[in-house]
Each structure stands twice: as C-alpha cells, then as structure tokens.
C-alpha cells in the first residue's frame, strides 16, 4: 500500500509511505530518488538491526520500533521490534515498512494537521520520525521494570526460590534485546544529517537526550536483572546447603549408633557381652549417652542453629 502524505508545514514536500511494498517496486522508488540498489535489499530484510548511510545528499535510515502486538514471550531484538526504512532525498522522504504501526500514524496525522511555519522541514520530520520509533521503548521499560520488583518481592515468600528463574531468565534477555536496539538507535541519532540550529536544535538535542536516557535505563534494568538471577541463585543454594546440613547432622547422629548395633548384631558364638542380663539395657544407654554427646558438641559450636 503506498500513501501519499504532502506535509502541509512545507507545501511541495512530501512524504510517501510504503506498507508492505513489492521488491520491484520500492527498486523503482529507490532509482527515482538516486540511491543505490544495495540499500533496497536492507529495507526489506525484516532482521535488520538501526543504522545511517549518507552518499550524494541522500540520506538512508533504519529505525525499529518497539512491536506492541509481540508476547509476552519475545526477546529476540526481531521478536520485539518492528523495522522502518526511510529514503530521505531532497524535497521527499519515503517511509517503508511492513504494517501500519500505531505511532507512524499518529506522526502521520499531527504533520498533516501542522501549520505552515518557515524552517527546515526534512530534518525536523526525520528527527520526529525517530524520536517516536525510540519513544516506543518508554512503555516496555517500565513495565520491565515492574515486573523485575514483582520478582524480587516473590523472591523470598516462595518456599521455592528457582520457581521464578525461568521468568526472570527470558525478561532479561528481553531487556537485553531493548538495550541494543536503543545503543544502535543512538549512534543512528548521532550521525543524523544537518543537524539543526535554533529551535530546532533543541528538538535535536532533545531526541538525544530521550534516546540517551533509555539505553541507561535499559542498562540499569539489565544489571537489577543480572542482580536478582545472581541473588535466586545464591538462595537456591543457600538452601541446598540448608538442607545437605540438617542431613548431614542426622547421619552424623546415627553413625556412631549403626557402629554399635552393627557389632552387636553379629551372629557369633562367644561374642562379648551375650550373656549377660542386663546388655541390652546398657546398649542402650550407651547409644543414648553418645547422642547425647554429639547433640551437646554441636550446639556449643552452634551447628544446631
């Protein structure tokens, strides 16, 4: 689907959105607008990551999105993401991507609706264009965010501490798709073209900034995340060690006692002790006065605790 969009803040320029083009026809946009036929294979690789080319005062972008239609299971940067290309030449800019995406509407409408104003309108349509592809992020961290403080509340009530560690393996992965997509946005921000003077500067730098802020954003949530895998991990063995402790007391018990009624358990003619009356007794006494030892030893060095 191809839609014409006049800009109405600059009559005769234009921006021509593309949904889903055939090879054959974003080729012939390409050649009309003087770039090369190389760029026309990176726009419609569904995988590419955020980059710029500029050659002969045309300028090639790619921007992705954050794709509000993924589950809740996606971390792959593809899985999370959607891919916009953009053919900036003078006088057009040409958006192409493979569905409509909420925000590219929005940005499609408010430019419509704008008034005329003087100024450079191709950078401020393009940095406009990428601050809304970067701005998608802003929901998805925070709700990363709160589900890492979901996790780390649940971290010690559960009585099984790895119950959460498959969720909180694949939210970081996630986070950590985010954190490229944004670190490869900002450079792409970086090397935008005419950056701009004036009030339009400030747009820029403002686009810079917001960029900048998400991607440390990103990177905190990813070490919080690295933080609480390590944390469940070294609780889950914490309390294995726990558990090898309280059974290692137990077999430390009942060593010296199987001694005991292991020797007094063999069949043997003239074995020691047979005969008398009072044996058994006093075998038990004995096993009783050992565990009564090895309970004392290890509650003064406080193993019993």
Same mark, same amino acid.
């Given at each position: 689907? &191809?839609?014409?969009? #006049?800009?109405?803040?600059? #009559?005769?320029? /234009?921006?021509?959105?593309?949904?889903?083009?055939?090879?054959?026809? =974003?080729?012939?946009?390409?050649?009309d607008?003087?770039?090369? #036929?190389?760029?026309?294979?990176?726009?419609?690789?569904?995988?590419? %990551?955020?980059?710029? !080319?500029?050659?002969?005062? &045309?300028?090639?972008?790619?921007?992705?999105?954050?794709?509000?239609?993924?589950?809740?299971?996606?971390?792959?940067?593809?899985?999370?993401?959607?891919?916009?290309?953009?053919?900036?030449? $003078?006088?057009?800019?040409?958006?192409?991507?493979?569905?409509?995406?909420?925000y590219?509407?929005?940005?499609?409408?408010?430019?419509a609706?704008? $008034?005329?104003? #003087?100024?450079?309108?191709? $950078?401020? %349509?393009?940095?406009?264009?990428?601050?809304?592809?970067?701005?998608?992020?802003?929901?998805?961290?925070?709700?990363?965010e709160?589900?890492?403080?979901?996790?780390?509340?649940? @971290?010690?009530?559960?009585?099984?501490?790895?119950?959460?560690?498959?969720? =909180?393996?694949? %939210?970081?992965?996630?986070?950590?798709?985010?954190?490229?997509?944004?670190w490869?946005?900002?450079?792409?921000?970086?090397? @935008?073209?005419?950056? $701009?003077?004036?009030r339009?500067?400030?747009?820029?730098?403002?686009? /810079?900034?917001?960029?900048?802020?998400?991607?440390?954003?990103?990177?905190? %949530?990813?070490?919080?995340?690295?933080?609480?895998?390590?944390?469940?991990?070294?609780?889950?063995? /914490?309390?294995?060690?726990?558990?090898? &402790?309280v059974?290692?007391?137990?077999?430390?018990?009942?060593?010296? =006692?199987?001694?005991?009624?292991?020797?007094?358990?063999?069949?043997?003619? /003239? =074995?020691?002790?047979? !005969?008398?009356?009072?044996?058994?007794?006093?075998?038990?006494?004995?096993?009783?006065?050992?565990?009564?030892?090895?309970?004392?030893?290890?509650?003064? &060095?406080?193993?019993?605790?």
């Open positions: 689907m &191809r839609r014409e969009l #006049p800009v109405a803040r600059e #009559p005769g320029y /234009h921006w021509v959105d593309l949904v889903d083009p055939a090879e054959a026809e =974003l080729a012939a946009v390409a050649r607008l003087g770039f090369h #036929p190389a760029v026309v294979q990176d726009s419609l690789d569904p995988e590419h %990551l955020p980059k710029i !080319e500029r050659f002969d005062g &045309r300028t090639f972008v790619i921007v992705r999105a954050f794709d509000d239609g993924c589950s809740d299971e996606a971390v792959t940067v593809q899985e999370v993401s959607r891919k916009v290309a953009i053919f900036l030449a $003078p006088g057009t800019m040409v958006s192409v991507h493979r569905r409509d995406q909420a590219l509407i929005a940005l499609e409408e408010r430019w609706a704008a $008034p005329a104003s #003087p100024g450079r309108c191709q $950078p401020d %349509l393009l940095v406009d264009l990428v601050g809304a592809a970067v701005e998608t992020f802003g929901r998805p961290l925070e709700r990363a709160d589900r890492l403080d979901a996790l780390e509340e649940r @971290l010690f009530s559960r009585p099984e501490p790895t119950a959460d560690l498959e969720e =909180l393996h694949f %939210l970081k992965r996630r986070i950590s798709s985010f954190k490229r997509l944004l490869h946005s900002l450079a792409v921000i970086q090397r @935008l073209p005419d950056q $701009p003077v004036g339009n500067a400030a747009l820029f730098q403002d686009l /810079h900034e917001t960029a900048e802020s998400y991607y440390f954003y990103a990177d905190e %949530l990813l070490e919080s995340a690295n933080n609480l895998l390590s944390l469940q991990l070294s609780l889950a063995s /914490h309390r294995t060690s726990d558990v090898m &402790r059974l290692t007391i137990f077999s430390v018990f009942f060593l010296p =006692l199987t001694f005991l009624v292991g020797v007094y358990g063999m069949n043997f003619r /003239h =074995l020691p002790e047979l !005969e008398w009356r009072w044996g058994y007794a006093m075998i038990w006494g004995v096993m009783l006065v050992v565990t009564a030892l090895i309970y004392s030893w290890f509650k003064r &060095r406080g193993w019993m605790r």
